[in-house]
Protein backbone atom coordinates (compact mmCIF):
# COMPACT_ATOMS: atom_id res chain seq x y z
CA UNK A 1 0.00 0.00 0.00
CA UNK A 2 1.10 3.27 -0.52
CA UNK A 3 2.71 5.49 2.41
CA UNK A 4 4.57 8.36 3.09
CA UNK A 5 6.92 8.89 6.11
CA UNK A 6 7.89 11.84 7.69
CA UNK A 7 10.89 10.26 10.19
CA UNK A 8 11.32 13.46 12.63
CA UNK A 9 7.98 14.04 14.68
CA UNK A 10 9.57 17.31 15.96
CA UNK A 11 12.74 19.43 14.87
CA UNK A 12 13.95 22.68 16.34
CA UNK A 13 15.83 25.47 14.84
CA UNK A 14 17.38 28.51 16.04
CA UNK A 15 15.99 31.75 13.63
CA UNK A 16 18.19 32.19 10.64
CA UNK A 17 19.14 29.25 10.61
CA UNK A 18 18.48 26.26 7.64
CA UNK A 19 15.51 23.75 7.19
CA UNK A 20 15.48 20.25 5.66
CA UNK A 21 12.05 18.54 6.74
CA UNK A 22 12.37 14.64 5.02
CA UNK A 23 9.72 13.01 3.31
CA UNK A 24 9.77 9.60 1.73
CA UNK A 25 6.84 7.55 -0.42
CA UNK A 26 6.57 4.30 -1.35
CA UNK A 27 4.82 4.48 -4.94
CA UNK A 28 5.88 2.72 -8.36
CA UNK A 29 5.14 5.10 -10.83
CA UNK A 30 5.58 8.76 -10.79
CA UNK A 31 3.88 10.35 -7.77
CA UNK A 32 2.18 13.53 -7.50
CA UNK A 33 3.88 15.11 -3.91
CA UNK A 34 2.80 17.54 -1.96
CA UNK A 35 3.94 19.87 0.92
CA UNK A 36 1.53 21.80 3.61
CA UNK A 37 1.65 24.08 6.44
CA UNK A 38 -0.85 24.04 9.21
CA UNK A 39 -0.58 26.24 12.19
CA UNK A 40 -2.57 25.42 15.11
CA UNK A 41 -6.24 24.79 14.94
CA UNK A 42 -5.92 25.88 11.52
CA UNK A 43 -6.64 24.23 8.11
CA UNK A 44 -3.72 23.42 5.59
CA UNK A 45 -1.87 25.66 3.00
CA UNK A 46 -0.63 24.75 0.44
CA UNK A 47 3.88 25.38 0.35
CA UNK A 48 4.05 23.15 -3.00
CA UNK A 49 3.78 20.67 -5.53
CA UNK A 50 5.41 18.28 -8.06
CA UNK A 51 3.91 16.74 -10.79
CA UNK A 52 6.05 16.10 -13.41
CA UNK A 53 9.43 18.37 -14.83
CA UNK A 54 12.21 20.16 -13.11
CA UNK A 55 12.65 17.87 -9.81
CA UNK A 56 13.56 21.01 -7.75
CA UNK A 57 10.47 23.22 -7.17
CA UNK A 58 9.98 26.31 -5.76
CA UNK A 59 6.86 27.44 -2.86
CA UNK A 60 5.64 30.06 -1.15
CA UNK A 61 7.65 31.71 1.67
CA UNK A 62 10.72 30.71 0.62
CA UNK A 63 10.30 27.35 0.81
CA UNK A 64 11.61 24.67 -1.91
CA UNK A 65 11.52 20.61 -2.52
CA UNK A 66 13.55 18.73 -4.22
CA UNK A 67 12.18 15.37 -5.77
CA UNK A 68 14.36 12.29 -5.69
CA UNK A 69 13.16 9.29 -7.70
CA UNK A 70 15.96 6.67 -6.42
CA UNK A 71 15.75 7.94 -2.81
CA UNK A 72 11.97 7.62 -2.96
CA UNK A 73 12.02 11.31 -1.37
CA UNK A 74 10.87 14.79 -1.40
CA UNK A 75 12.77 16.70 0.96
CA UNK A 76 11.18 20.31 1.95
CA UNK A 77 13.94 22.94 2.31
CA UNK A 78 14.48 26.38 3.11
CA UNK A 79 18.04 28.48 3.70
CA UNK A 80 16.84 30.72 6.56
CA UNK A 81 13.97 30.06 9.02
CA UNK A 82 11.62 32.71 10.48
CA UNK A 83 9.92 33.12 13.95
CA UNK A 84 6.73 32.41 11.56
CA UNK A 85 7.29 29.39 10.32
CA UNK A 86 6.75 27.40 13.87
CA UNK A 87 4.18 25.32 12.61
CA UNK A 88 3.44 21.25 11.24
CA UNK A 89 4.30 20.51 7.87
CA UNK A 90 2.82 17.66 6.17
CA UNK A 91 4.15 15.82 3.24
CA UNK A 92 1.42 14.18 0.84
CA UNK A 93 1.36 11.80 -2.23
CA UNK A 94 -1.33 11.26 -4.71
CA UNK A 95 -3.48 8.30 -4.28
CA UNK A 96 -2.35 5.65 -7.20
CA UNK A 97 -0.83 8.35 -9.30
CA UNK A 98 -4.20 10.38 -8.46
CA UNK A 99 -6.64 8.31 -9.83
CA UNK A 100 -8.14 7.82 -6.46
CA UNK A 101 -8.79 11.43 -5.53
CA UNK A 102 -7.72 11.70 -2.09
CA UNK A 103 -4.42 12.29 -0.39
CA UNK A 104 -1.95 10.04 1.86
CA UNK A 105 -0.67 12.14 4.29
CA UNK A 106 2.53 11.50 6.23
CA UNK A 107 2.11 12.04 10.16
CA UNK A 108 3.79 15.38 9.78
CA UNK A 109 7.01 17.05 11.01
CA UNK A 110 5.98 19.67 14.12
CA UNK A 111 8.49 22.88 13.46
CA UNK A 112 10.11 25.24 16.73
CA UNK A 113 11.53 28.24 16.40
CA UNK A 114 14.36 28.99 18.96
CA UNK A 115 14.81 33.04 18.84
CA UNK B 1 -10.95 35.04 -4.91
CA UNK B 2 -12.71 33.54 -1.39
CA UNK B 3 -11.18 30.24 -0.56
CA UNK B 4 -12.88 27.12 0.62
CA UNK B 5 -15.34 27.92 3.61
CA UNK B 6 -16.55 25.11 6.25
CA UNK B 7 -19.42 26.25 9.06
CA UNK B 8 -19.49 25.89 11.79
CA UNK B 9 -16.44 27.01 13.03
CA UNK B 10 -17.14 24.97 16.29
CA UNK B 11 -19.46 21.96 17.44
CA UNK B 12 -19.89 20.45 20.59
CA UNK B 13 -22.13 17.16 20.61
CA UNK B 14 -23.02 14.86 22.84
CA UNK B 15 -22.51 10.87 22.00
CA UNK B 16 -25.37 9.01 20.32
CA UNK B 17 -26.08 12.67 18.43
CA UNK B 18 -25.90 13.63 14.80
CA UNK B 19 -24.18 16.16 12.82
CA UNK B 20 -23.77 18.07 9.48
CA UNK B 21 -20.73 19.57 8.46
CA UNK B 22 -20.53 22.02 5.13
CA UNK B 23 -18.44 22.94 3.05
CA UNK B 24 -18.07 25.39 0.09
CA UNK B 25 -15.51 24.78 -2.83
CA UNK B 26 -13.64 27.62 -4.38
CA UNK B 27 -15.93 29.06 -7.62
CA UNK B 28 -15.06 26.85 -10.43
CA UNK B 29 -13.82 23.70 -8.72
CA UNK B 30 -15.78 20.62 -8.90
CA UNK B 31 -14.73 17.92 -6.79
CA UNK B 32 -14.69 18.05 -2.93
CA UNK B 33 -12.87 15.74 -0.17
CA UNK B 34 -13.52 15.37 3.26
CA UNK B 35 -10.63 14.65 5.63
CA UNK B 36 -10.44 13.99 9.38
CA UNK B 37 -7.74 14.63 12.02
CA UNK B 38 -7.97 13.26 14.81
CA UNK B 39 -5.20 13.75 17.74
CA UNK B 40 -2.99 10.90 17.25
CA UNK B 41 -4.14 9.70 13.80
CA UNK B 42 -3.36 11.88 11.37
CA UNK B 43 -5.35 13.50 8.26
CA UNK B 44 -7.38 10.39 7.34
CA UNK B 45 -9.33 10.72 4.02
CA UNK B 46 -12.96 10.47 4.59
CA UNK B 47 -15.19 10.91 1.22
CA UNK B 48 -14.25 12.16 -2.46
CA UNK B 49 -17.59 13.81 -4.14
CA UNK B 50 -16.86 14.68 -7.73
CA UNK B 51 -19.74 16.23 -10.02
CA UNK B 52 -22.41 15.73 -7.25
CA UNK B 53 -21.55 11.81 -7.20
CA UNK B 54 -19.44 9.90 -4.41
CA UNK B 55 -16.16 8.76 -6.24
CA UNK B 56 -14.44 7.27 -3.36
CA UNK B 57 -14.32 6.27 0.26
CA UNK B 58 -11.88 5.83 3.12
CA UNK B 59 -11.70 3.15 5.31
CA UNK B 60 -14.81 4.71 7.78
CA UNK B 61 -17.86 2.92 8.58
CA UNK B 62 -21.59 4.02 7.13
CA UNK B 63 -22.64 6.08 9.60
CA UNK B 64 -20.29 8.90 7.77
CA UNK B 65 -22.01 9.79 4.59
CA UNK B 66 -22.14 12.69 2.67
CA UNK B 67 -23.65 14.54 -0.39
CA UNK B 68 -22.37 17.26 -2.98
CA UNK B 69 -24.72 19.94 -4.36
CA UNK B 70 -25.52 21.44 -7.85
CA UNK B 71 -23.27 24.25 -6.62
CA UNK B 72 -20.90 21.65 -5.62
CA UNK B 73 -20.69 22.63 -2.14
CA UNK B 74 -21.07 19.70 0.27
CA UNK B 75 -22.29 18.13 3.42
CA UNK B 76 -20.47 15.91 5.57
CA UNK B 77 -23.35 13.89 8.18
CA UNK B 78 -21.78 11.72 10.94
CA UNK B 79 -24.51 9.71 12.72
CA UNK B 80 -24.85 7.77 16.18
CA UNK B 81 -21.71 10.00 17.33
CA UNK B 82 -18.71 8.22 19.23
CA UNK B 83 -15.94 10.01 21.68
CA UNK B 84 -13.54 9.28 18.94
CA UNK B 85 -15.52 10.97 16.20
CA UNK B 86 -13.89 13.96 18.59
CA UNK B 87 -11.84 15.92 15.23
CA UNK B 88 -11.32 18.50 13.40
CA UNK B 89 -12.86 17.81 9.95
CA UNK B 90 -11.15 19.45 6.73
CA UNK B 91 -12.40 20.31 3.38
CA UNK B 92 -10.49 20.72 0.49
CA UNK B 93 -11.57 21.19 -3.17
CA UNK B 94 -10.02 20.59 -6.31
CA UNK B 95 -10.78 22.22 -10.19
CA UNK B 96 -10.22 18.18 -12.15
CA UNK B 97 -10.94 15.38 -9.95
CA UNK B 98 -11.24 12.28 -12.43
CA UNK B 99 -8.69 10.68 -12.96
CA UNK B 100 -5.80 12.39 -11.93
CA UNK B 101 -4.68 13.73 -9.00
CA UNK B 102 -5.09 18.25 -8.82
CA UNK B 103 -4.08 20.54 -5.87
CA UNK B 104 -6.39 20.34 -3.23
CA UNK B 105 -7.37 23.24 -1.17
CA UNK B 106 -8.15 23.29 2.24
CA UNK B 107 -10.55 25.38 4.51
CA UNK B 108 -9.92 25.99 8.15
CA UNK B 109 -11.67 23.09 9.02
CA UNK B 110 -14.87 22.34 11.74
CA UNK B 111 -13.74 21.49 15.44
CA UNK B 112 -15.84 19.05 16.56
CA UNK B 113 -16.12 17.82 20.32
CA UNK B 114 -18.28 14.48 21.05
CA UNK B 115 -18.69 14.57 25.01
Partial sequence: ?115 | EAGVTQSPTHLIKTRGQQVTLRCSPISGHTSVYWYQQALGLGLQFLLWYDEGEERNRGNFPPRFSGRQFPNYSSELNVNALELEDSALYLCASSLVGRGRTDTQYFGPGTRLTVL
Avoid at chain 1, 18 to 40: D, H, I, K, M
Avoid at chain 1, 85 to 113: H, M, P, R, W
Fill in chain 1, 1 to 115: AQSVTQPDIHITVSEGASLELRCNYSYGATPYLFWYVQSPGQGLQLLLKYFSGDTLVQGIKGFEAEFKRSQSSFNLRKPSVHWSDAAEYFCAVGADGGSQGNLIFGKGTKLSVKP
